[in-house]
């Protein structure tokens, strides 16, 4: 996760990783490539219960109620802050200059990974990283409904 | 004990390619190897099978092999993670001779090809003020809501927030398309990843000739341009071709599922 958000190549406008980004590798390899023929391979404990884990997929309440939650946030009268968005963000975090922001980002990842792995580490409370947080950017912290992690619930 | 972790199958011509650097998948110190068979070599490390794998640092392992391959332009078939066969010779016979053909051919079709992989997401605050900008509905609705205390309004808010969450998935089909649009004609083929309307991002991958990456590029870079400010998008490869590999094994039942 630091090595993503650290040694990223920047175009103007894309942001070009380079690549070892944890989130990145589990989106791009896993259930991908080609499976061979089950009797050659010698099962480790582990692989099949994290390749059903990233599967399940669930579209909930809870999604919507997230949903509702960020849109009722918005201030309709402030329209300064939406220039700044999630790129804006990306950026403080990589100065290291925002830490109460980064941590719900990382623990979200983290969460991600607990959940994949079967790992024990995912059970804090997710939204303790962001009360502090000013009120405009609360739609960019809650970004993260829309994501992986959620529908796995 | 240990056995063999495969990584994936390329051609024997590519086997010089500097791999033993990196670490490999479940024991960092063993070096990543070739095991040969007539004109094709499976990648392989050792692996001890005592551990179940599945670390981030296993994830990451074998991705950066593959990716690395990939970066030296040297064709690879990528095997899903977790192959892990018996020994070498088992690797040699089981796996490269009794599907010498198809690699083969799968190797050819691939050749001089790589993969890059566009991730895209919203600005969720752009993304939602244009929802509210274009459907009087949910506003009202909103407006609404206010009024009501938390549990009076429950199932409003459950309404609510399932026009809002549609309202933003067909943003995303329509950006999904955009991006094809713009960045298809310069690849070969195209996949898009079943994640990216559920939940408003944009997951595409493209297959590109190492000879049209500078157009491609060029064409995500402006793309990046267009929609500066409610997507950020971010390129990633040159890659092993994992979502194109299937396809050019001529197979596609067990991957897609």
Redesign the interface.
Known sequence: MRAMTVASRQ???????S??G?V??????????????VY????????E???IDARV?V?S?D??????????R?D?ARSG???R???GM?EEIREGGAEHKTKGVLEGVKDT?GNV??GGEGDEEEDEGEREVEHEEH??G??RP???KD?QR | MCACYVYGVVRESDTATALGDLPAVGNPNAPVTFVPHRAIAAVVSEIPTDRPLGAPEDLQAHARVLNTLAAAEAPVLPFRFGTVVEDAQSVAENVLASGYDAFVAALERLKGCAQFTLKAQYNQEAVLREVLDERPDIVKLREELEKLSGEAGYYQRIELGQLVAEAVAAKGDADAALVQKCLAPSAVATAVSESSSEDGLVDASFLVEDARRTDFEEAAEDLARRLHGRLRLQLLGPLAPYDFVANAMGDRGEEEG
């Open positions: 175009g103007q406008y894309l942001d070009r990783p690549g070892g944890l990145e590798v589990i989106d791009l390899i896993l259930d991908k490539g080609l499976v061979i023929d050659v391979r010698v099962s480790l404990v582990g692989i219960l994290l390749t997929v579209a309440v999604t919507y109620l997230r949903f509702a939650e960020a849109v009722n918005l309709l802050t939406e220039t968005g999630l790129p990306m990974v792995l079967g739609p960019q809650r970004s829309m994501s992986r529908r």
